[in-house]
């Protein structure tokens, strides 16, 4: 299947800092790519709809100025976190749907990145 | 309401046994409905999906939909320890957009 790839893996930040995670698609292009953020023992909750060339669509609650994504190309998506605080301590994980036409679009997610803010 | 509803669990089976984790939807536009599979601190992976209705097989894998009770189920036979795990159910709409929504994830428990 087709890989995504997330950077880094794992950060630890001091408070007020601001933190760049990357999603890229490894072998296809993705014009969508997807932010979830996952809390301990809880479901992926969907943050964001990033897309190539235009600005992100953030969900319901998402602070825009606070988490910034852009999509430059069609193979990167960027989700910053800025300003970041205790509370956006979480699990950060991106996912890109692979085109196919007339078949089912499925989702390929990234490994994940662990953000802990001290 | 939540738009999905599942189980947080633990769940925790002797190996061998049949599994069965279930998801109740609210929305009946959704169409697609996946089953995922994630580890402690990793990304989710595709175990199976199904469009609309019907019973889909994958190994010892079985995936079940019945949109009348809007109710989904994954069954695994002869359950591993390999497979303990969380299981997300995931349901989307075919309408231009690959939004999914996800349930609360089950945690299952598989001893040797």
């Known amino acids: 299947g087709a890989v995504v790839s997330q950077h880094p893996s794992w950060v630890i930040c001091k408070s007020g800092t601001s933190v760049k995670i990357e999603c890229r698609s490894l072998d296809f292009q993705a014009t969508t790519m997807f932010w979830y953020r996952q809390f301990p023992k809880q479901s992926l909750m969907l943050m964001a709809t990033?897309?190539?060339?235009?600005?992100?669509?953030?969900e319901q609650g998402v602070e825009k100025d606070k988490f910034l994504i852009n999509h430059a190309s069609l193979t990167l998506s960027t989700l910053t976190v800025t300003s970041a605080h205790p509370e956006d301590s979480s699990f950060y994980i991106c996912?890109?749907?692979?085109?196919?036409?007339?078949?089912?679009?499925?989702?390929?997610f990234g490994p994940g990145t662990r953000l802990t803010v001290l | 309401q939540k738009e999905v509803e599942q189980d947080p669990g633990p769940l925790s089976v002797p190996e061998g046994a049949i599994v069965s984790l279930n998801c109740t939807y609210s929305?009946?536009?959704?169409?697609?409905f996946m089953w995922y599979r994630q580890y402690s601190r990793k990304g989710p992976e595709l175990l199976m999906y199904?469009?609309?209705?019907g019973n889909k097989e994958d190994g010892r894998f079985t995936a079940q939909v019945d949109k009348s009770s809007k109710y989904i189920s994954l069954f695994i036979r002869d359950s591993q320890p390999s497979d303990s795990a969380t299981y997300l159910c995931?349901?989307?709409?075919?309408?231009?957009?690959?939004?999914?929504?996800f349930g609360t994830g089950t945690r299952l428990k598989v001893l040797a």
């Open positions: 996912s890109a749907p692979y085109d196919e036409i007339d078949t089912y679009n499925e989702q390929f």
């Open positions: 990033s897309n190539e060339g235009s600005k992100a669509t953030y």
């Open positions: 929305n009946s536009a959704f169409q697609y």
């Open positions: 199904t469009y609309s209705s």
């Open positions: 995931a349901m989307g709409r075919v309408s231009g957009t690959y939004k999914y929504i």
